[in-house]
């Protein structure tokens, strides 16, 4: 299994980023992915899922800002992030779940900062 995200940078508050995770290795298309994210100095925390029927679920504090989706077709799933915030600044990870409970794999991480 692999995992490599893209996409991350540094942004203004306000400001829109769309990160992108290419996986393989695995029947993409039958699986949950989630997007995570780490501060530093804070616990990693779950973004954004998306269940293998398409239905997403978001934390509170990304909703009707994050949009998360995947194309099956090129194994990838995205998440267009808008109206960013300082506080959303963390590494964020590409995780893969077969039951959408356990993460059994991640990715390396991208870095989104929001900055003046």
């Known amino acids: 299994v692999q995992l490599v995200e893209s996409g991350g940078g540094l942004v203004q508050p306000g400001g829109s980023l769309r990160l992108s995770c290419a996986a393989s290795?695995?029947?993409?298309?039958?699986?949950?992915m989630g997007w995570f994210r780490q501060a530093p100095g804070k616990e990693r925390e779950f973004v954004a899922g998306i269940w293998n029927d398409a239905g997403t679920y978001y934390t509170n504090s990304v909703k009707g800002r994050f949009t998360v989706s995947r194309d099956n077709a090129k194994n990838m799933v995205y998440l267009q992030m808008n109206s960013l915030k300082p506080e959303d600044t963390a590494v964020y990870y590409c995780a893969v779940s077969p039951n959408r409970i356990n993460w059994n794999y991640w990715g390396q991480g991208t870095q989104v900062t929001v900055s003046s």
């Open positions: 290795g695995f029947p993409f298309s039958r699986y949950t």
